[in-house]
Antibody
């Protein structure tokens, strides 16, 4: 059974750096085709993908936030860390981490976030 | 800044069939598979459909997905009160080199 859980501060001040940790179990981030990513959702808004790290260490970032994001992994601890610099009130959102599966089926490739954590609400306010 | 476009709302009475559309482009839906998520109020999204039309274990067969060209569709057959939720489509985007979500559709059971 795959489980993921986000942890980090619930309140950060503008201009500060946010550091979130995703602790997971039920899978290994050394398995080919596996990744862990971060998605956020501002209150009343749609889901927004932020970052993804693959089993082989490759990383992908949302182009609009790339300059502010860093994703790292600690395979021995089963942890993924996301840092976001220069936080602003518009970054107030629930932040989710999720298991990513990349599979090739011959004539097509499936890319999907298939298991999600419960999310953690981060408020940016002075 | 959602890349995939969905109608903001959809509704139906219990037992009805409700379709939800998702419009994209060649770099996402036109090239890659589509996934659908259900988000009940106050909870994390749950994978409903993956690879255009596959249901994860435990998802009722009332939910079905399809894809044609640069558009996809989710259908809820035999609508039930517990289906009242927000629904999101998603796909990998080769131009953005990232995962994109739809604008979301709120389904109301009348």
């Amino acid at each position: 059974q795959i489980t993921l859980k986000e942890s980090g501060p619930t309140l950060v001040k503008p201009t500060q750096t946010l550091t979130l940790t995703c602790t997971f179990s039920g899978f290994s981030l050394t398995t080919s085709g596996v990744g862990v990513g971060w998605i956020r959702q501002a209150p009343g808004e749609a889901l927004e993908w932020l970052a993804l790290i693959y089993w082989n260490g490759d990383k992908r970032y949302s182009p609009s936030l790339k300059s502010r994001l860093t994703i790292t992994k600690d395979t021995s601890k089963n942890e993924i860390v996301l840092t976001m610099t220069n936080m602003d009130p518009v970054d107030t959102a629930t932040y989710y981490c999720a298991h990513f599966s990349l599979r090739s089926y011959g004539d097509y490739v499936s890319s999907v976030f298939d298991s999600w954590g419960q999310g953690t609400l981060v408020t940016v306010s002075s | 800044q959602s890349v995939l476009t969905q109608p903001p709302s959809a509704s139906g009475t219990p037992g009805q069939r409700v379709p939800i559309s998702c419009s994209g482009s060649n770099s996402n839906i036109g090239t890659n598979t589509v996934n659908w998520y259900q988000q009940l109020p106050g909870t994390a999204p749950k994978l409903l459909i993956y690879s255009n039309n596959q249901r994860p274990s435990g998802v009722p067969d009332r939910f079905s997905g399809s894809k044609s060209g640069t558009s996809a569709s989710l259908a809820i057959s035999g609508l039930q009160s517990e289906d009242e939720a927000d629904y999101y489509c998603a796909a990998w985007d080769d131009s953005l080199n990232g995962y994109v979500f739809g604008t979301g559709t709120k389904v109301t059971v009348l």
